[in-house]
């Protein structure tokens, strides 16, 4: 299994600009979701989706997107690209469902830098 | 709002040193609770997940303990090595769906 793979590993933008952070993983997740690691922060939590067709905003959610068209993909999208957007963004899954571990597999993240 | 704290920030000690990681969370009300590695430039890599069923897991030379009642999690390292230099991250979930909230790490570096 290759796991939570991220694609591109680094990308620049300017202001204004938009795009899409894609995110798969082959290990038949439920659950899976994004979030953005920034100095002094930690991680916050933009979207998530507990399914295909279903995704729901967490703590930071303002100027992306997701869908959830497969189990596998859970893009990204930047609509219009900011400054503040300037950030690693990870990707995440876990098997979901009901009682057991929930383990949590990150990707290898995605370096954005907004000008 | 939950809100998860890591003490300290930073901490350097010498090899076969053993040493606590301290993680402190605001609503005991949680699914459970990850410690997670991150080392420079990479992804996150979970180390071990409690319950909140659990009081304590264990793998190898990691030990991690959970009380809900204090709102308090460690990480026990025994006999740290150079290799164990990283930033360790604990997070909480509320329910199933997962939603981590993370405090900002503990960077350990393991001097020879």
């Known amino acids: 299994n290759a796991g939570v793979t991220q694609t591109p590993k680094f990308q620049v933008l300017k202001t204004g600009q938009s795009m899409t952070l894609q995110c798969a993983q082959d290990?038949?997740?439920?659950?899976m979701s994004w979030y953005r690691q920034d100095p002094g922060m930690g991680l916050r939590l933009i979207h998530y989706?507990?399914?295909?067709?279903?995704?729901d905003q967490g703590e930071v959610p303002n100027g992306y997107n997701v869908s959830r068209s497969t189990t596998e993909d859970f893009p990204l999208r930047l609509l219009s690209a900011a400054p503040s957007q300037t950030s690693v963004y990870f990707c995440?899954?876990?098997?979901?469902?009901?009682?057991?571990?929930?383990?949590?597999?990150f990707g290898p993240g995605t370096r954005l830098l907004v000008l | 709002k939950q809100e998860v704290t890591q003490i300290p920030a930073a901490l350097s000690v010498p090899e076969g040193e053993n040493l606590v990681l301290n993680c402190s969370f605001t609503d005991s009300a949680i699914y459970n609770l990850q410690w997670f590695r991150q080392d420079p430039g990479k992804g996150l890599t979970s180390l071990l997940l409690i319950q909140s069923s659990q009081r304590e897991q264990t793998s190898g030379r990691l030990n991690a303990s959970l009380d809900k009642s204090s709102g308090r999690s460690t990480l026990y390292i025994a006999a740290s090595q150079p290799g164990d230099s990283a930033t360790y991250l604990c997070a909480v979930s509320p329910g199933t769906a997962s939603k981590l909230t993370f405090g900002t790490g503990t960077r350990l570096q393991v001097t020879l």
């Open positions: 290990m038949n997740h439920e659950y």
């Open positions: 989706s507990v399914g295909a067709g279903i995704t």
């Open positions: 995440a899954s876990n098997i979901g469902g009901g009682a057991g571990s929930k383990t949590q597999y």
